[in-house]
Structure formats: C-alpha cells, structure tokens
C-alpha cells in the first residue's frame, strides 16, 4: 500500500493504492476498446500522454478510430463529477482507474528522449514503480514493453483474446482402427471411435494392421459417427484436392449446413484459391448464393483506403492483386483472356469485391463470403465482419499466421486464430489447417526453408 502524500498530482493526490496496478500504453485501448474492464480487482492507471493520443487517434472511420472514440466515451462515463486523478472505480468487484495528470519526466536516464510519448508514459511507470507500488505496464508495443523491462518495470503483452497458438485446433486427426471397420466404412456403414473429436474434424482412419489401407471421412455432431466424405471427388470449378487437407477443405466449404470456414496456411497452400474455386461453383453453376463477395483487410503502412486517388473500385484493386491472379487462373489456366473473363463475372453480379471497412454496417444475406488475409484482423474486427452474415450466408476466412502485417498482432492474438479457438465446438463451423505448399517446387522450399 502506498500512501496519499506520494502522489503529487496537480494540486491533488491520489488516496492510497493497494494491490497490483496495470498501467496501458495507447495502444492496448486501440486494439480493445473493453480492455479497461478486463483487470479484474485490480486498478488501472492511464497517463495524461494517453489521453492526448486517444484524442490524436478518434478522427478516421477505421478500427483504431472507433475504438478511441469508444474509450473517450467510457471515461467520460466513469467521471459521473469525480476526478478521475483522485480514482473512479471501474465497477462491482473491480479495481479503480486513475489519470495521472503529472509529467514524470525528471526519472528517466538522461539518453531517453522526453519529447515521445511512450517514453513519457514508462516514465510514470517508474516513478510508481520507485514508490514501491507494484505496477505492470501494458503494452502491444514490443519495443516499448522491451525499454520497460530494461527500466526494470515489468512489462506483459496484452492477452484478453490471445489463444495458445501452438495447441491451436488442426481440423482433422489420424486414427487407427481394425482392417474390417476401414472395409465396413466403404461399404456405407456409420462408424464410432473411441476419440474426442469436434463437429465436423476430418478423419484419416488408417488400418492397424495395414497402414496404407486408410479412409477418410468427417465427424458428424447430429449423427455421432463418422461419415464418408460428401464431395470426395468433388471438382468444384475444375479444381481438384491435391492432398488430404485440401480434401478435408473442400468438403468443408461444399457443404450448405456447415455456414463459416477458416483456412490456416502458409504461402502455397492453396487456402484462397480453394476458397474461390468453391465460390464460383456455388454461385456462378449452382446458383447456391446471390453472389459471392470477396475482401481483404487493407493494410497499408499505416493509411487507409482513402489516400489512394480515384474511385474505391480503382482504390480496391491495387489491395486486390493476388485475388484478381487467383480467380485469372481459375476462368482460364491458359491466362489467354484471362481479364476479360474476370470483368465478366463483376459485371454479371456473380462477385463483388469490398474493403473490409466498408462491410460494417451492411447485412448480407445468402452470399458466399470470402475474407483472405483475415490474420491481419483483429479479434472485434472478425466478429463486426462474421456478424454481417445474413440468412443463408457462408463465410470463409483464409490467412496465414505467419505472416501477419499489422504491427499489433501476432499469431495468438489475430482474430483469425481467435475465431479458431472459439467456434470450434459449434455444429456450423468446420476448420482446416492446411501444411503443404502446392503452388511450385521454388514455392515449397521457399515455405520450408526460409
């Protein structure tokens, strides 16, 4: 506990503080807008620098914009004519939120510059820390949390809706059963296991005796058995499975009652093509959806869509590349007209591209929904797009943990893997991790060496 009179704060001081105190960069509360209410008893401590940085960020349509406008919201909310410097408690069995208004400057080495603003916020850190409260700075930041430790503050990632990626759920998994069960599963019989699986895994069953005698098939929930795979040999825009898990994919993204997708894969893999290939199957031969709608987070360093000069269709296709590649080689391998046959399927109606800013707001029924790059999205971001999906939608989101551009995310905190981690005992959900790069031999090796 730490007395009033050690806290100078513009003329007031805050009452005594007790217990572990978090203190949060910026950046924590533009990621999570909520991120306030999730210390628990414990209290938390912004800085006037914080304040400042949220008011520099609230002017935008995006995420970050958003979020800082909530967070202003929500502080403004807490005041109720209290002083925020003296402490406001953030709710029932909940910690207190203070502002520190003071610069703390003057405890920082004298090879720290005072004009940055996440120097100015470590060295509140400190200065509590040199008080003997027992804080813990908060930060996406890497480097800041890096300059904290080396000030010897402790400094934690912030984890709210981090999954444990290297535990994170595959999709399918490998069995070995009697020679006859493997003979009975040809012949159309249902078949139980003794496993734990979850609504609709993808199966390898593999003979005890025979290894190289195997079938394939997908956990069903309403039934409680194994099931032979619907689209087995399916080739859905004269697309073909290459391997197991693309097969496990296709009868994922083939089947109607299962409504959302995700597809995990390195570079090559195949995970956005298929996703298209399905598509325009379903949209454009089978009439299954209105139209199939196509998006990718625009990342940017750090701009949004709108600094880009022209209309958003001509705003969209620079972001819109390696769709635009996918879906050339799809209406015409040759890539002979290849462009011209890609304007068609826009000007039909048949697909729709939009940059995920723009999906907010908008209900979207009976479309097959395409979000590749989803790794670079965050967790709210993921639900505001999924809860766009209106009555008989698909949604498919496709993305590569490994490969994740926004500087606040990693692979246990991307809202892709997060869905992962969510939905994977729901019926209506199935999941793929995709481990084999098929796009060339340069490809692969690139994937596995590099």
């Known amino acids: 506990m730490v007395a009033a009179a050690a806290f100078p704060l513009g003329g007031g001081t805050i009452p005594e503080i007790s217990g572990r105190s978090y203190l949060l960069d910026t950046n924590v509360l533009l990621h999570d807008a909520n991120s306030l209410n999730v210390f628990n008893e414990h209290n938390v401590i912004l800085t006037v620098d914080v304040l400042e940085e949220l008011d520099r960020f609230k002017r935008g349509n995006d995420e970050r914009a958003r979020n800082a406008r909530r967070v202003a919201r929500t502080l403004d909310g807490l005041r109720d004519g209290r002083p925020l410097s003296q402490g406001v408690p953030l709710g029932e069995d909940r910690g207190s939120l203070f502002v520190l208004v003071t610069s703390f400057t003057g405890q920082l080495p004298e090879g720290m510059d005072r004009s940055v603003p996440d120097n100015r916020i470590l060295a509140a850190a400190l200065a509590l820390h040199q008080l003997g409260l027992e804080v813990v700075f908060v930060s996406k930041d890497i480097n800041a949390r890096c300059k904290a430790d080396a000030l010897g503050i402790k400094a934690e990632d912030f984890r709210n809706r981090s999954v444990n990626f290297d535990d994170l759920y595959g999709g399918w998994s490998e069995h070995d059963v009697d020679d006859q069960q493997i003979d009975a599963f040809y012949e159309g019989e249902p078949l139980v296991i003794d496993a734990e699986l979850r609504p609709n895994e993808g199966v390898l069953l593999k003979s005890s005796s025979r290894p190289k005698k195997t079938a394939r098939g997908i956990w069903r929930p309403e039934s409680g058995v194994i099931e032979p795979l619907q689209f087995g040999d399916a080739h859905p825009w004269g697309l073909s499975a290459r391997n197991l898990q693309q097969q496990f994919a296709l009868e994922l993204l083939l089947r109607q009652d299962i409504q959302l997708v995700t597809m995990l894969g390195q570079a090559g893999t195949g995970k956005t093509l298929l996703a298209l290939a399905v598509g325009l199957q379903l949209v454009a031969e089978e009439k299954k959806f209105r139209r199939m709608m196509v ?27 390696p769709i635009l590649d996918n879906l050339q080689y799809l209406v015409d391998p040759k890539l002979e007209q290849s462009s011209d046959k890609v304007d068609y399927l826009f000007d039909s109606g048949v697909l729709e591209m939009e940059a995920v800013t723009y999906i907010r707001g908008r209900s979207l029924p009976k479309l097959y929904i395409v979000i590749d790059e989803a790794q670079n999205l965050t967790p709210h971001e993921v639900k505001t797009v999924i809860s766009r999906a209106g009555e008989g939608a698909k949604v498919v989101l496709t993305g590569d943990a490994y490969q994740i551009d926004n500087p606040y995310l990693d692979a246990s905190s991307n809202g892709l893997t997060y869905v992962v981690e969510r939905f994977k005992e729901q019926t209506l959900y199935g999941h793929i991790t995709l481990a084999k790069s098929e796009r060339s031999t340069l490809a692969s090796l690139a994937a596995e060496l590099l």
Do not use: A
Not at 295 to 321: A, Q, T, V
């Open 295 to 321: 998006s990718r987070p625009i990342m940017p360093l750090g701009k949004d869509i709108g600094y880009l000069p022209g209309s958003k269709e001509e705003k969209l296709e620079s972001w819109m590349e």
